[in-house]
């Protein structure tokens, strides 16, 4: 897990810096956003097959 502080850069806007296996990586917050609703968009299509599955093994 990394380590998470807010440090704002020279114009005003949040970087978030993330501390990871001991490299550092810059994120600004679309960056951030954009895969969080990427991720939450792709575990739709898993979540609606996994209910199925459960509903077609359980419901007879």
Do not use: A
């Not at 897990?1 to 990871?20: A, K």
């Not at 792709?42 to 077609?56: A, D, N, P, T, V």
């Amino acid at each position: 897990m990394g380590i998470f502080r807010i440090q704002f850069n020279y114009d005003g806007r949040l970087r978030y810096i993330s501390v990871y296996y001991m490299r550092r990586f810059n994120y600004n917050q679309h960056y951030i956003w954009f895969h969080v609703l990427e991720d939450e968009i792709s575990h739709r299509g898993q979540i609606k097959m996994l209910k199925r599955k459960l509903f077609e093994n359980y419901v007879k």
